[in-house]
């Protein structure tokens, strides 16, 4: 079993970069994909990047590749979303995922972080 605590969330303005974390619990962190996913208010929770346990597999959304970029640090068991030119509509809670593959579909992963909060102000 694996704990996710994610951080690095707030408010920022349009235009701006964040980078989340999320520290895991564990000496398996490396046996895990891990994915972020994001839920803005009155919507479904949707997929927003993904990389393998090595992190030579990545995968992102089309709303947001070329902005984000999933990265872990299997040493410190952390992985990390970077977010530049955020725009209003990244505003969501944001979650990280951990499965035994690399997905886009948040059913198929097994653990989940708490959530940290983005708002994205124009």
């Known amino acids: 079993q694996v704990q996710l605590v994610e951080s690095g969330g707030g408010l920022m303005q349009a235009g701006g970069s964040l980078r989340l974390s999320c520290a895991a619990s564990?000496?398996?962190?490396?046996?895990?994909?891990m994915g972020w996913f994001r839920q803005a208010p009155g919507k479904e929770r949707e997929f927003v990047a993904a990389?393998?346990?090595?992190?030579?597999?990545?995968y992102y959304a089309v709303s947001v590749k070329g902005r984000f970029t999933i990265s872990r640090d299997n040493a410190k068991n952390t992985v990390y979303l970077q977010m530049n030119n955020l725009k209003p509509e990244d505003t969501a809670v944001y979650y990280c995922a951990a499965g035994s593959s690399t997905r886009t579909r948040a059913d198929e992963y097994d653990y989940w972080g708490q959530g940290t909060q983005v708002t994205v102000d124009s």
């Open positions: 990389m393998s346990r090595s992190g030579g597999i990545t």
């Open positions: 564990g000496r398996t962190f490396s046996s895990y994909a």
